[in-house]
């Protein structure tokens, strides 16, 4: 069993704390005069952080109506209270070294006062090589029936191990003893009692709400014991307790049920933060008598005991009650107060005159007797005003839009599942109006209470709003300004995966937050098995592995922004059947998004390719080809500039919309994704577009016989059997871009001694140094093949700058095909394509262009050709399309004019 150790050894200090806290660069907090303060707030942004010297536990915001941040110090330095199997292992003079540290260091617990409850276990996962020490606790004496809780465990496993039948059993530390009177707490937990112990209170354990400790309450029945059914606060704990309740009561026994509040703390959380207090117990007393209430009018008048106010509304059984004390009740209850006084004094008891001297409030003793119960129910006014219980949950506001604001409430029904509506303001203007509200946007939902009952109402919900605003964004993915990345079914926050809660929002520190996208499906609960990496290279190459830390490095493409003001864009080009739609659709299914390739912005309006662009943050915008030609004579075909994509690569404005308010207002979204285009054909545009652009081609070169087959088998991959990717990566942020920042410097300065472009240097050292980073999700991503991909991204960076100052090659081959028809074709007339009398000037009819080169078997698509023709660098162009005479047939034909 446990050793004898000095506790001291195995708690966090207040000055180990103040020291990381010091030391730490988000905080820079300073010592004044017993504080630490002055850091900038993580939710505000001030300069207001604060927490005490003596007691460092909660660092928090000092300006607590307008922001009231706090986080436990616990919280904010895991690395303090982490990785404890490996810093204490155990030795021989200290076999619990592990369990002692984890109980000291991790659970704040004072393990002196714990010596001889429990001794260090091994556990290994069935199936597994993975071996963890555990806490492990003894039930019985024979030592055959045991609970453990496993110090490391793997993510998504089991944290705690049972052996042996624990049925109708609890336990209780070796020396507590239940003396008659007592009071004794059922909790579920052996951190539960642990906690318990240390506030000076004594429990059993029941270790978990399905087991009634029925042999152990028969082991002290008849003592007067005070059993307090004192069970977690989540769904399933209120249910057993009322159960607990019951049996306790049946097997002829005292008992009460104690409620913790809501949101999910347990007995040893209140216990590092020191509220296990006398007064925290009778809180949690009184709300138990609430939640054990029969009636409504039971409910009500403990309600009455507590606050003895004359109206009031209460909620029971999600339906809502007025309740009025008035005078009847008054005069009844003084009538009987008086009563009693005058029995007291003529009895003439020493008791009596003790309690006279005590100046004793007999409306109160006869308010809690029996009597009273009468009394109220006799005069007492309980009148229903709802069939519904509504609770007020938050006031939302879009991220952007003012207009755009609810009030957002739970509707509980007595006999299905709550839901939950969005309210406009006018809805809360009376009780007629929020009677409308219910019964448009409820099956069934009433209130009938007068306007003064809903105005009392109304003033609780309105403070709640007010404490609560919370946030909704348009898109999914990572958002600025909380520094938490948002989906559907999960938040990520400095590396922790956040679950909504039960409000249906994210608590990202004193922030609630939520995205309201519709149509648009990532999931982040995937499976990540990192060993289908060398299958992808042997199917994608290093074209398809370029575009992976790409995709990575898309993940974290803001926070890259924001130290290196920029991040490429990425074009993958290939030949038909070379992979590039599978590279693509494998990719998605990387980050939770199921059949999937991309965007054609050619079939997009206006408005609906900007909104495409904002709909995700720090997840890649696909661009993929359309059919380019649609057969038209003119060539008028919708084309869309990539040079209006400039601005994203330094995450600026998508475009500009104007506010339907009726005013002036305008506001600019904000590219916060990045840009991938993948087509067959390379993309062209202006020098200072193609500078941006990583480019790749896929080609078949490497394939083989197998790799088909490998290739297949990532067609078949779902966002279920590969998602995970997302999650991983996201977990690692701060790991990831440290490994990312290093690598850069590395690239940047091998690069820079063999590219004179400065802008295409820092975009190809950006995405080496994200295939650097991907080393921290994949194994298989050694020195040797990082190093390899950057060469390889080194050479395209070296043909990316030969391109610059170069023409497309649609524009190259135009001008060669033109050279070969107009002169060395031999069944035509030397220069019959040049219809310019002008010998400085180059005028051709493009249609007829492009018939001659079908005849002599070249083929040009006219839509690429009217999109590429005006970059030409070998002839520029004077103007397109204008109407002049043929100097051949002396016609007036549509002409592109260059310079000779």
Same mark, same amino acid.
């Not at 112990?197 to 087991?211: E, M, P, V």
């Given at each position: 069993?446990?050793?004898?150790?000095?506790?001291?050894?195995?708690?966090?200090?207040?000055?180990?704390?103040?020291?990381?806290?010091?030391?730490?660069?988000?905080?820079?907090?300073?010592?004044?005069?017993?504080?630490?303060?002055?850091?900038?707030?993580?939710?505000?942004?001030?300069?207001?952080?604060?927490?005490?010297?003596?007691?460092?536990?909660?660092?928090?915001?000092?300006?607590?109506?307008?922001?009231?941040?706090?986080?436990?110090?616990?919280?904010?330095?895991?690395?303090?209270?982490?990785?404890?199997?490996?810093?204490?292992?155990?030795?021989?003079?200290?076999?619990?070294?592990?369990?002692?540290?984890?109980?000291?260091?991790?659970?704040?617990?004072?393990?002196?006062?714990?010596?001889?409850?429990?001794?260090?276990?091994?556990?290994?996962?069935?199936?597994?090589?993975?071996?963890?020490?555990?806490?492990?606790?003894?039930?019985?004496?024979?030592?055959?029936?045991?609970?453990?809780?496993?110090?490391?465990?793997?993510?998504?496993?089991?944290?705690?191990?049972?052996?042996?039948?624990?049925?109708?059993?609890?336990?209780?530390?070796?020396?507590?003893?239940?003396?008659?009177?007592?009071?004794?707490?059922?909790?579920?937990? /052996?951190?539960?009692?642990?906690?318990?112990?240390?506030?000076?209170?004594?429990?059993?354990?029941?270790?978990?709400?399905?087991?009634?400790?029925?042999?152990?309450?028969?082991?002290?029945?008849?003592?007067?014991?005070?059993?307090?059914?004192?069970?977690?606060?989540?769904?399933?704990?209120?249910?057993?307790?009322?159960?607990?309740?019951?049996?306790?009561?049946?097997?002829?026994?005292?008992?009460?049920?104690?409620?913790?509040?809501?949101?999910?703390?347990?007995?040893?959380?209140?216990?590092?933060?020191?509220?296990?207090?006398?007064?925290?117990?009778?809180?949690?007393?009184?709300?138990?008598?609430?939640?054990?209430?029969?009636?409504?009018?039971?409910?009500?008048?403990?309600?009455?005991?507590?606050?003895?106010?004359?109206?009031?509304?209460?909620?029971?059984?999600?339906?809502?009650?007025?309740?009025?004390?008035?005078?009847?009740?008054?005069?009844?209850?003084?009538?009987?107060?008086?009563?009693?006084?005058?029995?007291?004094?003529?009895?003439?008891?020493?008791?009596?005159?003790?309690?006279?001297?005590?100046?004793?409030?007999?409306?109160?003793?006869?308010?809690?007797?029996?009597?009273?119960?009468?009394?109220?129910?006799?005069?007492?006014?309980?009148?229903?005003?709802?069939?519904?219980?509504?609770?007020?949950?938050?006031?939302?506001?879009?991220?952007?839009?003012?207009?755009?604001?609810?009030?957002?409430?739970?509707?509980?029904?007595?006999?299905?599942?709550?839901?939950?509506?969005?309210?406009?303001?006018?809805?809360?203007?009376?009780?007629?109006?929020?009677?409308?509200?219910?019964?448009?946007?409820?099956?069934?939902?009433?209130?009938?209470?007068?306007?003064?009952?809903?105005?009392?109402?109304?003033?609780?919900?309105?403070?709640?709003?007010?404490?609560?605003?919370?946030?909704?964004?348009?898109?999914?993915?990572?958002?600025?300004?909380?520094?938490?990345?948002?989906?559907?079914?999960?938040?990520?926050?400095?590396?922790?995966?956040?679950?909504?809660?039960?409000?249906?929002?994210?608590?990202?520190?004193?922030?609630?937050?939520?995205?309201?996208?519709?149509?648009?499906?990532?999931?982040?609960?995937?499976?990540?098995?990192?060993?289908?990496?060398?299958?992808?290279?042997?199917?994608?190459?290093?074209?398809?592995?370029?575009?992976?830390?790409?995709?990575?490095?898309?993940?974290?493409?803001?926070?890259?922004?924001?130290?290196?003001?920029?991040?490429?864009?990425?074009?993958?080009?290939?030949?038909?059947?070379?992979?590039?739609?599978?590279?693509?659709?494998?990719?998605?299914?990387?980050?939770?998004?199921?059949?999937?390739?991309?965007?054609?912005?050619?079939?997009?309006?206006?408005?609906?390719?900007?909104?495409?662009?904002?709909?995700?943050?720090?997840?890649?915008?696909?661009?993929?080809?359309?059919?380019?030609?649609?057969?038209?004579?003119?060539?008028?075909?919708?084309?869309?500039?990539?040079?209006?994509?400039?601005?994203?690569?330094?995450?600026?404005?998508?475009?500009?919309?104007?506010?339907?308010?009726?005013?002036?207002?305008?506001?600019?979204?904000?590219?916060?994704?990045?840009?991938?285009?993948?087509?067959?054909?390379?993309?062209?545009?202006?020098?200072?577009?193609?500078?941006?652009?990583?480019?790749?081609?896929?080609?078949?070169?490497?394939?083989?016989?197998?790799?088909?087959?490998?290739?297949?088998? /990532?067609?078949?991959?779902?966002?279920?059997?590969?998602?995970?990717?997302?999650?991983?990566?996201?977990?690692?942020?701060?790991?990831?871009?440290?490994?990312?920042?290093?690598?850069?410097?590395?690239?940047?300065?091998?690069?820079?001694?063999?590219?004179?472009?400065?802008?295409?240097?820092?975009?190809?050292?950006?995405?080496?140094?994200?295939?650097?980073?991907?080393?921290?999700?994949?194994?298989?991503?050694?020195?040797?093949?990082?190093?390899?991909?950057?060469?390889?991204?080194?050479?395209?960076?070296?043909?990316?700058?030969?391109?610059?100052?170069?023409?497309?090659?649609?524009?190259?081959?135009?001008?060669?095909?033109?050279?070969?028809?107009?002169?060395?074709?031999?069944?035509?007339?030397?220069?019959?394509?040049?219809?310019?009398?002008?010998?400085?000037?180059?005028?051709?009819?493009?249609?007829?262009?492009?018939?001659?080169?079908?005849?002599?078997?070249?083929? /040009?698509?006219?839509?690429?050709?009217?999109?590429?023709?005006?970059?030409?660098?070998?002839?520029?162009?004077?103007?397109?399309?204008?109407?002049?005479?043929?100097?051949?047939?002396?016609?007036?034909?549509?002409?592109?004019?260059?310079?000779?």
């Amino acid at each position: 069993m446990s050793t004898a150790i000095a506790s001291s050894e195995y708690r966090i200090g207040a000055e180990d704390i103040v020291k990381a806290l010091l030391g730490d660069a988000r905080f820079n907090l300073k010592e004044r005069g017993g504080y630490l303060r002055g850091g900038p707030c993580p939710s505000c942004g001030k300069n207001e952080l604060f927490t005490s010297i003596e007691k460092p536990w909660v660092l928090k915001c000092s300006r607590l109506n307008k922001c009231g941040w706090e986080e436990t110090t616990r919280e904010l330095l895991p690395e303090l209270f982490e990785n404890i199997a490996e810093k204490y292992t155990p030795t021989q003079q200290e076999p619990n070294k592990t369990a002692d540290a984890y109980l000291g260091l991790n659970r704040g617990f004072d393990i002196s006062k714990l010596r001889g409850m429990y001794e260090q276990g091994m556990f290994q996962y069935p199936n597994s090589p993975h071996i963890t020490p555990t806490v492990r606790v003894y039930m019985n004496e024979l030592r055959t029936v045991w609970w453990e809780r496993l110090i490391n465990p793997l993510s998504g496993r089991r944290k705690a191990n049972f052996k042996g039948d624990y049925k109708g059993t609890a336990w209780t530390p070796a020396n507590m003893k239940l003396e008659r009177g007592d009071r004794c707490f059922l909790v579920e937990g /052996f951190f539960h009692n642990l906690a318990l112990l240390h506030a000076g209170r004594k429990a059993a354990t029941c270790w978990s709400c399905n087991n009634f400790p029925e042999k152990f309450i028969e082991q002290h029945k008849g003592k007067n014991i005070r059993w307090t059914v004192a069970l977690d606060a989540d769904p399933a704990g209120r249910k057993a307790a009322k159960k607990f309740a019951q049996l306790i009561e049946k097997m002829g026994e005292r008992c009460e049920v104690l409620i913790l509040p809501s949101g999910g703390k347990d007995w040893d959380d209140y216990h590092r933060t020191g509220s296990i207090t006398g007064a925290f117990i009778k809180n949690c007393l009184y709300y138990g008598r609430l939640f054990m209430s029969a009636t409504a009018n039971e409910k009500a008048y403990h309600h009455y005991l507590r606050h003895e106010l004359r109206y009031y509304i209460i909620d029971f059984d999600n339906c809502m009650y007025r309740v009025e004390c008035g005078e009847k009740f008054q005069e009844a209850l003084e009538t009987a107060a008086a009563v009693r006084r005058n029995k007291e004094e003529q009895e003439g008891s020493e008791e009596s005159e003790e309690k006279q001297n005590e100046e004793m409030d007999w409306r109160r003793v006869v308010l809690e007797s029996p009597k009273g119960w009468d009394i109220f129910l006799q005069h007492a006014d309980v009148s229903n005003i709802s069939n519904v219980f509504p609770e007020m949950l938050y006031h939302e506001a879009d991220e952007l839009l003012e207009k755009e604001q609810y009030y957002v409430m739970r509707i509980n029904f007595p006999r299905k599942a709550p839901v939950i509506i969005q309210l406009e303001g006018s809805y809360l203007s009376s009780a007629q109006n929020f009677a409308a509200a219910l019964l448009s946007k409820t099956a069934g939902g009433d209130f009938s209470g007068t306007n003064g009952d809903f105005l009392h109402l109304r003033k609780r919900w309105l403070n709640i709003a007010q404490d609560k605003s919370n946030t909704t964004v348009k898109y999914l993915g990572y958002v600025p300004s909380v520094n938490a990345y948002l989906f559907d079914d999960a938040a990520f926050y400095k590396g922790k995966q956040i679950k909504l809660n039960n409000e249906g929002y994210y608590q990202i520190g004193d922030r609630g937050i939520r995205p309201i996208l519709k149509g648009l499906n990532i999931t982040t609960d995937g499976v990540f098995d990192p060993s289908w990496l060398e299958n992808y290279v042997k199917a994608f190459h290093w074209q398809g592995l370029s575009l992976l830390a790409f995709w990575l490095g898309s993940l974290f493409a803001q926070q890259i922004r924001e130290e290196q003001k920029s991040f490429p864009f990425f074009e993958l080009t290939g030949e038909p059947g070379a992979g590039k739609s599978t590279i693509l659709e494998f990719l998605w299914k990387c980050v939770g998004r199921n059949g999937y390739e991309g965007f054609d912005i050619l079939k997009a309006t206006a408005a609906g390719q900007r909104r495409a662009f904002s709909q995700l943050s720090n997840l890649p915008i696909v661009l993929i080809e359309s059919d380019r030609d649609n057969g038209s004579k003119d060539g008028r075909v919708k084309m869309f500039d990539m040079d209006h994509c400039k601005p994203f690569y330094n995450g600026r404005g998508t475009g500009t919309r104007g506010v339907n308010n009726g005013g002036n207002e305008v506001y600019d979204t904000i590219f916060q994704g990045t840009l991938v285009i993948s087509q067959n054909a390379e993309v062209g545009g202006s020098e200072a577009l193609l500078e941006r652009i990583v480019h790749c081609h896929a080609s078949k070169d490497h394939h083989s016989l197998g790799t088909r087959d490998l290739a297949r088998w /990532f067609e078949r991959q779902t966002a279920e059997n590969v998602g995970g990717f997302l999650r991983c990566a996201l977990r690692a942020e701060k790991k990831i871009l440290e490994t990312y920042f290093a690598a850069f410097k590395h690239y940047e300065e091998k690069f820079g001694n063999e590219l004179e472009n400065l802008r295409i240097l820092k975009n190809h050292a950006q995405i080496a140094a994200c295939g650097a980073a991907l080393g921290v999700l994949f194994p298989q991503m050694t020195r040797q093949r990082v190093d390899t991909l950057a060469n390889y991204l080194l050479e395209r960076a070296k043909i990316r700058e030969g391109r610059i100052g170069q023409d497309h090659p649609i524009v190259k081959e135009f001008w060669d095909v033109y050279y070969y028809l107009n002169e060395e074709a031999e069944t035509k007339k030397e220069g019959f394509l040049n219809h310019s009398t002008d010998v400085a000037v180059i005028a051709i009819s493009i249609p007829q262009f492009i018939s001659v080169a079908r005849d002599e078997g070249f083929f /040009f698509q006219r839509n690429l050709l009217i999109e590429h023709l005006p970059t030409s660098q070998r002839h520029v162009l004077l103007s397109k399309s204008v109407s002049r005479k043929s100097r051949w047939t002396g016609k007036t034909i549509r002409r592109w004019e260059f310079v000779a």
